[in-house]
């Protein structure tokens, strides 16, 4: 597995293209190697489209993306796409594929020509990802028999398997029940690699990273600790809600509890 890498947004705005509306604002943040980000903000905030830019989907109408001092647009598709992997809401709709072919597409930007694969042993990273999900037992399963979790499980070790340095992960909890969220996430604190994630549950976000940015109509309302940004007057502000904040979290050794 490549090592973590560090992330740096610089001034970072984008426009639609076909009436110059912006949709995300002068944003800029630094985010440590193997540190986990946490994007939160009502619908509409900019949470997915900044998502995008970051792995490069989208072009940046302003400012710079850079991963480890590099801009990510000087670098070849290919190459981003063997530095940054993505989780998205969405699953595959082929659900005949075995978990392992899905886990195998991981490999694909490390084919050479006629499909042969370059460098380490394929087979070997394939079958590491799973392991490290817990998904071995599993691999000859088709996806459509499995469970909303391990459904969540098989796309994340799909992005093992491309041995990035930053993985992106877009809604990870979304229609998984309160079991299935907490072990999904322990999973991915787990992982020794810098995580950018957008999530709707303020709790789940502040017990589980290291980061917060906090979006709204697309500014930036805050970068930095949960603690800080997190506070009951930005979420407040941020969601035209009531919230009362109480003692703090496991991992900073208080505990937060939002009530909305």
């Not at 076909?18 to 002068?26: A, D, G, P, T």
């Not at 969540?152 to 992106?168: K, Y």
Request: with cysteine; proline share 5%.
């Amino acid at each position: 597995m490549k090592q973590p890498v560090s992330l740096s947004v610089s001034n970072l705005s984008w426009s639609l293209p076909h009436n110059n509306q912006e949709i995300l604002k002068s944003v800029s943040f630094d985010l440590e190697k193997c540190k986990i980000l946490g994007v939160v903000g009502p619908n509409g905030a900019g949470k997915s489209t900044l998502l995008r830019l970051l792995y490069r989907y989208l072009k940046p109408t302003t400012g710079n993306i850079k991963i480890d001092g590099k801009n990510i647009w000087s670098m070849s598709a290919n190459k981003v796409a063997c530095e940054v992997a993505v989780v998205l809401q969405e699953q595959p709709t082929d659900f005949s594929l075995t978990v392992k072919e899905i886990v195998t597409l991981g490999r694909t930007p490390y084919k050479r020509w006629f499909g042969r694969m370059k460098g380490e042993d394929h087979e070997t990273i394939v079958k590491s990802s799973m392991k490290k999900l817990n998904l071995l037992e599993l691999a000859d399963r088709e996806l459509d028999t499995l469970s909303g979790g391990e459904r969540q499980r098989v796309m994340l070790a799909r992005a093992l398997a491309q041995e990035p340095g930053l993985i992106i992960l877009d809604e990870p909890t979304n229609h998984l029940d309160i079991r299935q969220q907490l072990e999904l996430l322990t999973l991915i604190k787990a992982l020794p690699l810098t995580i950018v994630t957008s999530l709707h549950d303020l709790n789940m976000a502040a017990s589980n990273c290291d980061d917060i940015l906090l979006l709204k109509d697309g500014f930036p309302l805050g970068f930095g600790k949960p603690e800080k940004i997190l506070s009951a007057k930005k979420i407040t502000d941020t969601f035209q809600v009531n919230a009362k904040k109480e003692v703090l979290i496991p991992s900073y050794n208080k505990q937060i509890t939002f009530y909305l």
